[in-house]
RNA sequence: GCAACAGCCGUCC
């Protein structure tokens, strides 16, 4: 127990090498890992690249009389995702399910990431209906990695559908919400549709962040509109933001 | 206790 308190903590420090280091110590003396060690340093495997290793502990965990949880599963399903690697994450999240493990918004929102970043977004929304037939909610990350998937593939009309959905709903944009629908309006040259959402944020109590300014900002220099980005740049630093 | 979301820039190709 106190070894998993180690490497977490080694972890979060950033010490990913000492980390792995003293898990296999541990392994080769033959302390007792426990589910907290093995999710943890799979999860920096995953977040390091490494996710053909976090997957061969994720094996491991399955004999040692520590099965892997919805976390575990988690970490690797997303990591498979982040790089693309889609059908696997699919496959790994179809056996977590045979096995029983109650699937929950933070897997869904993951697979809804990875299919929408690569432009599969029939399968993002297949799987956001599969979780609301298991009456699993979908959170404001699950409804910003769907929007952000929209954006990504030009489909700003759709994204705003799913926006007024989202309301319907009953789950509360945030400011990552309005920056990536400003960031999609942008896309579509829809400069003044952007800057009403710019101002609808501000009246839902949302302070735009750097990373909305930028993201407004550099909509508007990249069709060339430098007096309105300067302005807006300014207007950034006049209110205690710090450039990127 | 541990896993999921947005912009710009930089590095590589």
Known sequence: RSYSILIHGLIKAGCARETYELFYAMKEQGCVLDTLAYNTVIDGFCKSGKVNK???????????????????????????????????????????????????????SSLIDGFGKVGRIDEAYLIMEEMMQKDLTPNVYTWNCLLDALVKAEEINEALVCFQSMKDLKCPPNTITYSILINGLCRARKFSKAFVFWQEMQKQGLSPNVVTYTTMISGLAKVGNISEASGLFERFKASGGIPD
């Not at 965990?61 to 995702?81: F, Q």
């Open 54 to 108: 976090a997957y061969q502990l994720l094996e491991e965990m399955k004999g040692k009389g520590h099965p892997p949880t919805v976390v575990t599963y988690g970490s690797v399903i997303d990591g498979l995702a982040k790089i693309d690697r889609l059908d696997e994450a699919y496959m790994l999240f179809e056996e977590a399910k045979s096995k029983g493990i109650e699937l929950n918004v933070v897997i869904y």
